[in-house]
């Protein structure tokens, strides 16, 4: 069974400091894998999808993420975060054997300090 | 366009009270589904449906049931509500089945808030 690990529950980083949220996925081939962002009382909006191709993907609001086979990990970056970046991260992953449903990842909440 | 709505916002249910929960979508998606989120657990898939007329199981649907009998309309419907279905409750569409590159990002609504006293 697939599954998807954010280890880090809460990150907390200062406003221009660059960030790195992690996630790894447990799955027997490639999956695709997603991640989105959650603002404070809102529904959560698509930042980056991967499905297969060059592994550095480039999302909105400046974000990326790399996908590690080797690994099994898809972490998301940015190299200046904004108080506005200030939200709960979700991984996701897709897979054909799960009929494409996604699995998600417990989240990270990112904290920014001014 | 609105994207996606879920009516009410937020909802107060005494134990084995019934509700329904309505998701609204303005885009044409074939794709709905409902999630549950709860802390420290992700979302989790409840039911969805690939068209107007259809409905399937995700992983936790016990206690829940859905209707789609308009393209643009997915309803969840609580019939007794127990305090284990306290939850943030989500409705997502998506135009084209999931896998597909172009296509296959889920459109969230703002949420509906559920607390079963």
């Known amino acids: 069974a697939q599954s998807v690990t954010q280890p880090d529950i809460h990150i907390t980083v200062s406003e221009g400091a660059s960030l790195e949220l992690r996630c790894n996925y447990s799955?027997?081939?490639?999956?695709?894998l997603f991640w989105y962002v959650q603002s404070p009382g809102q529904g959560l909006q698509l930042l980056l999808k991967?499905?297969?191709?060059d592994t550095l993907v480039q999302g909105i609001k400046g974000f990326e993420a790399e996908f590690k086979r080797s690994q099994s990990s898809f972490n998301l970056r940015k190299p200046s975060v904004h108080w506005s970046d200030a939200a709960e991260y979700f991984c996701?992953?897709?897979?054909?054997?799960?009929?494409?449903?996604?699995?998600w990842g417990a989240g990270t909440k990112l904290i920014i300090k001014p | 366009n609105a994207g996606v709505t879920q009516t009410p916002k937020f909802r107060v249910l005494k134990t084995g009270q019934s509700m329904t929960l309505l998701c609204a979508q303005d885009?044409?998606?074939?794709?709905m589904y409902w999630y549950r989120q709860d802390p420290g657990m992700g979302l989790r898939l409840i039911h969805y449906?690939?068209?107007?007329?259809?409905?399937a199981k995700g992983e936790v649907p016990d206690g829940y049931n859905v209707s789609r009998l308009k393209k643009q309309n997915f309803l969840l419907g609580l019939e007794s509500a127990a305090p284990s279905q306290t939850s943030v409750y989500f409705c997502a569409s998506s135009r084209e089945r999931p896998g597909n590159r172009r296509t296959d990002t889920q459109y969230f609504g703002p949420g509906t808030r559920l607390t079963v006293l």
């Open positions: 885009m044409n998606h074939e794709y």
């Open positions: 449906s690939v068209g107007e007329g259809t409905t």
């Open positions: 996701a992953v897709g897979a054909m054997d799960s009929n494409y449903q996604l699995i």
């Open positions: 799955y027997g081939a490639t999956p695709y």
């Open positions: 991967y499905f297969s191709g």
